[in-house]
Each structure stands twice: as C-alpha cells, then as structure tokens.
C-alpha cells in the first residue's frame, strides 16, 4: 500500500443493511472494552502480583501495580501501532478498518510518562532528578518516540514511525536489563522478543478486524488471515528462540518455584503453549476451508493475556538473588 493513500487508515466501510445504531452498538462495546479494561489494572493486577510473590521471601516493589498497568499499556501501544503497520500490508486492495495507531502512539506516551511521574513519587525525587537516571532517561526516550510515531501518524506518514518506534523498543529494552550480567545480550533479546511479540498481536488484532468488515467476502477474508499466518510462523519461530534464551540466562533452575519471576514466566509458558495450539488450529482450519475466525479470536485473547504477565515479568524482582544468597 503506498505510504500516501489518501484515506486508508481511517476508512469505514458501512455494508448494505448496516445501520446507524449498529455503528452506536459498536462504539459503545468499545467504551465497554477500554472501562473493562481499566478495571481489570485497578483490581487484578495488584492482587495478581500479591499472590505470585506469596512466600517468596521477597521484597515488596513500590508501586508495582501502578508501574505493571503502566507497562502494560505501553506493550498494548507499542503492539497495536507496529500491528497496523504490518496488518495494512497484509491487507492489500479492499476495505481496511478505521486506524488505531494515533490513539495507540499517545497512549504509550501518556504510560511512558506516567512511569517517570510514578517513579519520581515512590522514589520522593524530584522530577528533574529522576530524568537524571539512567530509566528516567530510557522512560523519557520512550515518551518522546512514541509522539514522534504519533506525529508521523497525523501527518500521514506512517510509515516514517518505524524509526521512532524502533527507538522505542531499544529504549524498553535496555530499561528491562540493568543487571551487571551479560546486559547487551538482554538488551538484544529483548529487543527481538518484543518487536515479535507486538507484530504477533497487533497484527492479528488488524487482521482480525480487516476479516469482519470484508466478511461479505469469505475468500477474500481467509486470504488475508492465511498471509498473516505465515507471517506468524517466523514470529513464533523468533519468540521460541529468544524467549528461550532469556529464560536460560534469567532464571536460575533452583528457583523456578520459589520466585515470583519464575511462577510468572511459568505461567506465561502455559499460554504459549495454548496460543500456539489455537494458531495451529487456526491454520488447519484455513487449509480445509473452514471458518478459522473462532481460534483465531482465542488467540488473540490469549495473547493479550500474555502482554499482562510479559508486563508482569519487568515489575517482579530479578530472581538471581534469591539463587545466590
């Protein structure tokens, strides 16, 4: 698609039989969505991160369920924009959904910045003081990247957001990994890991949504899903390795357990485990000609599930700790 078309990235497409209060129906299940949402980082991420972290010995972080939403809204920002940019190429000629990368630019900024604030609070630092820091200054770089990638939006020019996006996943990444050990190896894991994970999800959020405005066209609709899906071969192929080999170098094998890093990842590997098998049924699904839309919409909600405990995991203390003391 060239970077120029005029009106494709807020396009709506209104079918025969449509109606205006359809179109109020879905703006409210979208209210619905962002206040469940919040709801859900007010209520269960501070007692989800209580009960990872019980009997652990562990100290208690500050602000972590503040920070975990925080983090989980910038994973959320970073996938949805990334996810469009690759889900509109997917896409190719036809009807495309309404764009979410503005919205989803500024809200990574508003969490990036929120962090710095909350930081400066449970650490009773000024604001000038915590920028001096070397994740006040990552957090301050994220913030920036994420208006730049939301500038490139208004302007029209999405693609130029790559570059500040991209600033952005290595600003995270070398944020996640302050430890004296190996950290550029980290930092390039992560760097990976976090980039495929967000093309992984995002792009199944575009496709998904470019699925249900051509569903008067079932052919044309598996097309679009069957291009993504392989596209999401290499992404899980990059997930496996480098999720594998951060785990390798995280977490030592005598505290998988007894860790709140460790439970954590423990349960994040269980949905992988299920997300992978929905996206292979998925594919099953494409190659007999059947409705691949159901798995595909699980695991989509898994994987948002993953974001949350993949925000989890920066939040929890390093368990290298606990296996060396």
């Known amino acids: 698609m060239p970077e120029d078309a005029p009106g494709r990235e807020d396009q709506t497409v209104i079918y025969p039989g449509s109606s205006a209060e359809e179109a109020t129906g879905s703006a409210g299940r979208r209210a619905a969505l962002i206040a469940g949402g919040v709801l859900f980082a007010v209520l269960v991420i501070p007692l989800g991160l209580a009960m990872v972290s019980r009997g652990t010995g562990e100290l208690r972080i500050p602000g972590a369920g503040g920070i975990t939403a925080l983090r989980f809204a910038v994973f959320a920002g970073l996938a949805l924009h990334l996810g469009e940019l690759a889900g509109a190429r997917l896409a190719r000629t036809g009807p495309v959904p309404r764009g979410w990368a503005l919205a989803a630019a500024l809200t990574g900024a508003a969490a990036s910045a929120g962090q710095i604030i909350l930081l400066a609070s449970v650490s009773g630092l000024d604001i000038t003081t915590v920028y001096g820091t070397v994740e006040g200054r990552l957090l301050l770089f994220m913030a920036n990247g994420f208006l730049l990638a939301a500038g490139c939006v208004a302007v029209n020019r999405p693609l130029a957001a790559l570059a500040p996006l991209a600033v952005v996943v290595g600003a995270e990444a070398l944020r996640a990994h302050p430890e004296p050990y190996t950290p550029m190896l980290g930092t390039a894991l992560t760097t990976v890991h976090l980039t ?41 192929a990059a997930l496996a390795a480098t999720g594998t080999l951060s785990t390798l170098r995280r977490l030592p094998a005598d505290v998988v357990f007894s860790t709140a890093y460790g439970r954590v990842l423990i349960a994040k590997l269980l949905l992988v485990a299920v997300v ?29 599930t993953i974001v949350l405990l993949s925000a989890i995991l920066t939040v929890v203390p390093d368990p290298h700790w606990l296996s060396t003391r």
């Open 196 to 236: 495929a994970a967000s093309l992984w999800t995002g792009g199944l959020l575009y496709v998904l949504r470019t699925m249900w405005l051509r569903r008067e066209d079932p052919a044309e609709a598996r097309q679009v899903l069957a291009r993504y899906a392989r596209l999401a071969g290499w992404l899980f």
């Open 276 to 304: 992978s098998g929905l996206a292979l049924t998925a594919r099953n699904r494409l190659r007999r000609g059947a409705d691949a839309g159901p798995p595909a919409r699980a695991e989509l909600a898994v994987l948002g």
